[in-house]
């Protein structure tokens, strides 16, 4: 059974940098891409970052680029991301996702954490 | 970047009632579409991927069709688990990958 569980929400005032991580099982974590996928209370869903499955390539929405920084260690089968000069405007409960098995195109998520909220406030 | 709109942004319908979302792309993304479904309090669920492939496990009353930039989800006889935000996505281009903004479906 997949499981992937997110950690290290909270709360952090703005300026200030947090550390989610999310900790995946029940597939070969090595072969899958993975991803951060965003919900503001009440609003929709809200691409963050992929990272490869090798972790040789990353994409971030144009919302945090150069403030977050997605990355992974295959070795522990966990996922990251590190949170820099956090804004009001990133207040949002933060999923890891699963990249789907695909013959073609690029990123979609067969499976979904249970979400971390990460709350910027002072 | 793709912008995906979806329609309409809420509906109310009955148990047993067929129900149908539209979701339309900025540009064509032949059938690089998928669709996901998050009950309150829960981290969504692919319901279909490639615009027409129904996800392991989902019931067979979920549908989808389209390609190009006009898609469609149909749930051919709501049922009371139904009942939920429903959300297209796009992954035909490069990041950013991007979502439509959701269709609430709610109990009349």
């Known amino acids: 059974e997949v499981q992937l569980v997110e950690s290290g929400g909270g709360l952090v005032q703005p300026g200030g940098s947090l550390r989610l991580s999310c900790a995946a099982s029940?597939?070969?974590?090595?072969?899958?891409?993975m991803a951060w996928v965003r919900q503001a209370r009440g609003k929709g869903l809200d691409w963050v970052s992929v990272i490869s499955d090798s972790g040789g390539s990353t994409y971030y929405a144009d919302s945090v680029k150069g403030r977050f920084t997605i990355s992974r260690d295959n070795s522990k089968n966990t996922l990251y991301l590190q949170m820099n000069s956090l804004r009001a405007e990133d207040t949002a409960v933060y999923y890891c996702v699963k990249d789907a098995p695909r013959r073609s195109g690029w990123y979609y998520f067969d499976y979904w954490g249970q979400g971390t909220l990460v709350t910027v406030s002072s | 970047d793709i912008q995906m709109t979806q329609s309409p942004s809420s509906l109310s319908a009955s148990v047993g009632d067929r129900v149908t979302i539209t979701c339309r792309a900025s540009?064509?993304?032949?059938?690089?579409l998928n669709w996901y479904q998050q009950k309150p309090g829960k981290a969504p669920k692919l319901l279909i991927y490639?615009?027409?492939s129904l996800q392991s496990g989902v019931p067979s009353r979920f549908s989808g069709s389209g390609s190009g930039t006009d898609f469609t989800l149909t749930i051919s006889s709501l049922q009371p688990e139904d009942f939920a935000t429903y959300y297209c996505q796009q992954n035909y281009s490069p990041p950013p990958l991007t979502f439509g903004g959701g269709t609430e479906v709610e109990i009349k």
């Open positions: 490639a615009a027409s």
């Open positions: 540009q064509s993304i032949s059938s690089y």
């Open positions: 029940g597939f070969r974590f090595s072969n899958q891409a």
